[in-house]
């Protein structure tokens, strides 16, 4: 039995084996995904992906406390991480520490992660020094989609700074890693390079220390969009619709229920 990881673990794996990390905000998906991660995000995704919302703004702390304490229930190697939603930690360092350790008492994440590089520095560093271990989220922040204006590659050219920046920023307030999401690859690779913090991709190359994806995503069970840096690892949506495509045809043909699945009026021998 391995020990289960603590941020000080993941940290210390900067260079080492890539980290494995995928999202999950069920039980039962906690359990499937928990033998083969080091870190299982409780992601604000879970609006989108399982609350069918057009964006992640709509995330609230109580979505998320529910989602993380089911995710917690399947969970026994894989250390959890979970999402600050929208609105819950921008306001200043007093509200994000309240809400992150509101988070962590009741689901029993061994981490938050939020979103922002250089102005969310001071508040990951409030966070870090009284007890909360911080994952920071740059590139693409989909929480800031309509500042940003839309869902596209951050760090272009000459843009590219403003992610260096952000990334040197959260490092420096004591992150104990940074997903990099959605920015070119050799921007993600000298990042990588340049931090000694593990960087997590998505959709960032595999010049990280580690990837990250939503799990409904590589399953293909969310098909709504597909993402040029999802890779599909199973087609469980399109095994779902044929179950029950062949569900509904044998109700309507009387051959669901059959025999094997009756009750007699009298206990089998
Ligand atoms: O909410 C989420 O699922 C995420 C990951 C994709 C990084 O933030
Ligand atoms: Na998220």
């Not at 992640?56 to 600050?84: F, K, N, P, S, Y």
């Not at 992610?163 to 000298?190: H, M, N, Q, T, Y």
């Not at 597909?226 to 199973?234: D, H, W």
């Amino acid at each position: 039995q391995v020990k289960r990881p603590v941020p000080p673990d993941i940290r210390a794996r900067k260079g080492g084996t890539p980290l494995v990390m995928l999202t999950a905000y069920t039980t039962p998906v906690a359990r499937l995904v928990d033998p083969h991660c080091d870190m299982v995000l409780v992601g604000d995704s879970v609006g989108m992906v399982l609350h069918g919302l057009p964006s992640t703004l709509g995330v609230t702390m109580e979505m998320m406390i529910l989602h993380g304490q089911a995710v917690a229930r399947g969970l026994e190697r894989a250390m959890l991480v979970i999402d600050m939603p929208f609105g819950s930690y921008e306001e200043g360092e007093a509200q994000a520490f309240r809400n992150a350790a509101r988070l962590m008492a009741e689901t029993g994440a061994a981490a938050v992660k939020l979103e922002g590089g250089a102005h969310m520095a001071p508040t990951i560093a409030f966070l870090t020094a009284r007890g909360i271990p911080v994952m920071a989220h740059i590139g693409l922040t989909p929480q800031a989609v309509n500042t940003l204006g839309g869902y596209r590659v951050q760090g272009r050219g000459e843009d590219a700074d403003r992610i260096r920046r952000d990334a040197v920023a959260v490092a420096g307030a004591g992150a104990f890693s940074v997903v990099l999401e959605k920015v070119p690859e050799v921007l993600a690779a000298e990042v990588t390079e340049r931090l000694d913090i593990p960087t997590i991709g998505i959709g960032a190359s595999a010049r990280c220390d580690g990837q990250v994806l939503v799990v409904d995503d590589m399953l293909g069970l969310f098909t709504a969009f597909r993402p040029k840096f999802v890779k599909r690892y199973g087609e469980l949506g399109a095994a779902a619709d044929a179950a029950i495509a062949a569900y509904a045809e044998e109700v309507r043909a009387r051959t669901f229920p059959a025999a094997e699945h009756v009750f007699g009026e009298e206990a089998r021998k």
